[in-house]
């Protein structure tokens, strides 16, 4: 895989620095190309981390679509994306005449977002101590 010019030029300073780096630290261009591109997207890490930060990662499409001040087709859209991945799952009930939707976070979803917040977390680390 070939570096790009930024690369190179943190790789050489760090060789000329002697570099502190662990050798088992993967460099900030390799651990960014592994993030999870689902979650990456601002409104789809909006929804995840909502449900997340939910007393019991659970929200109801009206609670989630305040929260993220989003319409109902682009929250529509993107909860489809995270249920497709099995991120979240949903359960649809009436109260009274009235439809309620309420997500949760799944498992998966939770692992997911982890995963996610490990990455960015490596990512930060690595351009500091570079």
Do not use: W
């Amino acid at each position: 895989m070939a570096k790009s010019s930024a690369a190179r030029q943190v790789s050489t300073k760090a060789q000329r620095e002697g570099s502190t780096r662990a050798p088992s630290t993967a460099p900030a261009s390799e651990i960014a190309t592994s993030l999870d591109r689902l979650l990456h997207d601002r409104m789809r890490l909006g929804i995840v981390s909502a449900l997340a930060a939910a007393d019991d990662m659970s929200l109801s499409f009206t609670e989630l679509k305040s929260a993220l001040s989003a319409s109902d087709g682009n929250l529509g859209g993107h909860v489809r994306k995270l249920e497709d991945a099995g991120y979240v799952s949903y359960d649809k009930t009436f109260e009274g005449r009235t439809p309620r939707t309420d997500y949760r976070l799944t498992a998966s979803g939770r692992r997911a977002l982890e995963k996610y917040l490990n990455h960015l977390d490596a990512i930060i680390r690595a351009t500091r101590s570079s």
